[in-house]
């Protein structure tokens, strides 16, 4: 696990990179972060138009904040893992020359997205506890998953990262895998609500358990939007998923780390 | 182990290169039977011991696991097998400015390359004011680097790694970068560390640069070992190596004097119009380069090539001459060539003419001189960039339009 608490042990260098990486996602400004965050907005009103007032297709309460809970979730996970796979590829005088904590560059691509995270999470936060007052008790659960799903995203950025360097396509990949990927997770629905699924339950317990980013949707937006305390199953899938993904991390970056050194 | 001490012990590498400059996941799953990779041993079973305060320097053609070794002892990978320790701190100048970023000042950027040298801010604070002193970028260390020249970018970088106090230091042919009054100043530098008792490891093609910062050199050869001695004596088997050599690109990654030597090119001199030999010129000169060609043999006339290229061994320009076309005597002795240019068509910058004699069917390569001549074209006038552009105005005055008062 060196691979994570080296960002503790050599905390100038993290900070550096992730201040480096900071500057080229939000160019240096307070407008940058202003404009990721429109994103998540732009994509609430369209999804409240097409879905709530013109389909008419969900019976939800304030059905802009409920979609505005679950993107605060996808976002940060799509924009973290998007982001990380040309972490290293796009550093090949580093990568190639100098010996340093590689893995470092994956983590601060994470890192630079958690600073979004925070500010959509502030926002999101404010607008649900003036709307939707019951959540008073309950918002504060939300805040270990959201660990957890730093920690997902921190597993597979450096997994990506590092597949990147080997394999070129995958960025690619992943860009063409986000889209559809985003509609299988309950984000502008719920996963109960869907007639398509009356009877046949299985589907959605696919849907549910295959995606391993429905769970944490659902967790993180049962405090915040609904005003109850998430599943334990939900939250122990959560914390089985984040430490698999770290994990999963370790194994990779151990078994690529001398190969993408000598491949880039 | 004493810091500064290298010992390599067997040491292998081993590359797996595919055929496609890149491999795509769809491939690797759809056609895994045909993605068979090429395993490239780069270094075979070497092992040497170089102790601390030596200066040893690497030399070997393009491809013979120079470049992988100063990788392996920098820590970027590690040796496929074998034993490879390192004590101490390792430098690397292999790689200036790693990690800078183009919008960050100077000064940002001295604290980023730093730390992943593996300093720490505490470390940076108390070499701060040494790595800007030694780059001499005072005034412009709160600007960003993007706004710096090529020469400023590497002083910058040049300066934070030769600040990082390694006991090993790891160099290419690069490492002196800049103007020359810079250059003079980095091999000061590298000699400071020499003297301090640093070990140092440095790779180049530079017979020159070897003898004066190495008493021994390994020259290596497809990943082997071939010597491990006396500096003189490894250039000296380079060269050998280097002179049945036909591969253009192996040759211009040689050493800057080769060739078979039945012919020979001396005494290269730039002269100005009156006669006077100078250094430095100004756009429009007239300029004479001048050497004597050296008959060793009794051989056919040679043909001469000159070429001009700028500062980075850029090729601006080619001039080849039949010599047998200038009279020349087969049996006779030395003979003073001249290539008279008329009008300098250079504006700024430093350049060089590289020398080749070689038989007529330009296979022998008799002797070839890299840098054979330098010279500095200082800007005058109004003219700016590479190339003096001279050309006519004219104006002529089109057919009259109406005027409109505008009041």
Redesign the interface.
């Known amino acids: 696990m060196s691979l994570y608490t080296d960002v503790v042990r ?1 905390p ?2 993290f900070m ?2 992730f ?2 990486e900071l ?2 996602k939000y160019r ?1 400004s307070v407008l940058g972060l202003v404009w990721t965050l429109i994103n998540p907005l732009v994509l609430m009103a369209v999804y409240t138009l097409l879905f709530s007032v013109l389909l008419k297709a969900f019976q939800i309460e304030h059905y802009p904040l409920f979609v505005l809970s679950g993107l605060l979730t996808w976002v940060f996970f799509q924009s973290a893992v998007q982001m990380s796979c040309s972490s290293l590829f796009a ?1 090949p ?8 904590p590689r893995q470092m560059l994956p983590l601060a691509m994470v890192a630079t997205n958690v600073v979004t995270l925070a500010a959509m999470l502030v926002v999101v936060l404010g607008v649900n506890l003036i709307f939707i007052p019951e959540i008073r008790t309950t918002f504060w659960a939300a805040l270990p998953l959201l660990v957890l799903l730093v920690a997902l995203a921190s597993g597979l950025a450096v997994v990506f990262g590092y ?1 990147t360097v ?5 960025e690619h ?1 992943m860009n063409t895998i986000f889209l559809p990927w985003f509609f299988l997770t309950p984000i502008f629905y719920t996963l109960d609500q869907l007639p398509g699924l009356q009877g046949r339950e299985w589907v959605a317990d696919v849907l549910f358990y295959v995606n391993f980013v429905t769970p944490f949707v659902e967790a993180i937006r049962d405090p915040i939007f609904f005003g109850e305390l998430p599943a334990p199953g939900d939250v122990l899938y959560c914390v089985v998923a984040g430490f698999a993904s770290l994990v999963l991390g370790v194994i990779v970056a151990r078994r690529m780390d ?2 993408v ?2 491949t880039l | 182990m004493k810091p500064g001490t290298i010992v390599a012990e067997n040491v292998s590498r081993r ?2 290169v595919y055929p496609q400059r ?5 491939e ?1 799953i759809v056609r895994r039977r045909q993605l068979r990779p090429v395993e490239v041993w780069a270094l075979r079973d070497v092992s040497f011991r170089i102790g601390a305060g030596e200066s040893v320097g690497f030399m070997g053609r393009n491809g013979s696991g120079k470049t992988t070794l100063l ?1 392996l002892l ?5 040796p496929t097998s074998g034993r490879l320790a390192v004590a101490g701190r ?1 430098g ?1 100048l ?2 200036l400015g ?2 800078f ?1 183009p ?2 000042t100077g000064r ?1 950027n001295i ?2 390359s730093a ?7 505490q470390e940076v604070d108390r070499r701060f004011d040494s790595i800007v002193e030694f780059s001499e970028l005072e005034r412009f260390i709160d600007l960003p680097v993007r706004t710096y020249s090529a020469g400023m970018y590497m002083r910058l970088g040049f300066s934070i790694a030769v600040n990082v106090d390694a006991e090993v230091l790891l160099l290419d042919e690069v490492f002196a970068v800049g103007d020359e009054a810079f250059q003079r100043k980095c091999i000061d530098r590298i000699l400071d560390f020499k003297r301090q008792g640093k070990t140092i490891a440095f790779v180049s093609h530079s017979g020159a640069a070897l003898e004066r910062m190495c008493d021994r050199a390994l020259l290596l050869r497809e990943g082997l070992v071939e010597y491990d001695g006396e500096t003189g004596e490894a250039i000296r088997r380079y060269q050998e190596l280097l002179a049945g050599e036909e591969d253009p690109a192996e040759r211009a990654a040689g050493l800057q004097e080769w060739g078979t030597g039945e012919a020979r090119v001396t005494e290269v001199r730039l002269e100005d119009g009156a006669g006077e030999v100078r250094e430095d010129f100004m756009p429009g000169d007239h300029v004479v380069l001048r050497f004597r060609v050296q008959n060793r043999e009794a051989i056919d006339p040679p043909w001469l090539a000159i070429e001009l290229r700028d500062v980075t061994g850029g090729l601006l320009s080619r001039a080849e001459r039949d010599l047998g076309e200038l009279g020349w005597d087969r049996d006779g002795k030395d003979a003073d060539v001249r290539f008279d240019i008329q009008r300098l068509p250079l504006v700024e910058g430093r350049f060089q003419f590289n020398v080749s004699l070689t038989d007529g069917a330009r296979t022998r390569r008799y002797h070839s001189v890299e840098k054979a001549a330098e010279f500095t074209v200082i800007p005058h006038g109004e003219a700016h960039g590479f190339v003096l552009f001279e050309g006519d105005w004219s104006l002529e005055q089109a057919a009259p339009t109406v005027e409109v008062d505008t009041g």
């Open positions: 050599y100038d260098l550096n990179i201040r480096r500057y080229g240096g550093q005088a580093l990568v190639k020359q100098v010996r340093f597949i080997i394999y070129r396509d995958v990949l001398d190969q050194a000598a | 590359f797996r890149h491999v795509t996941l769809k690797a990788r920098a820590g970027v990978f590690r390792v690397s292999l790689e790693a990690g970023h919008d960050f940002d604290y980023l730390s992943i040298y593996g300093l720490r801010k």
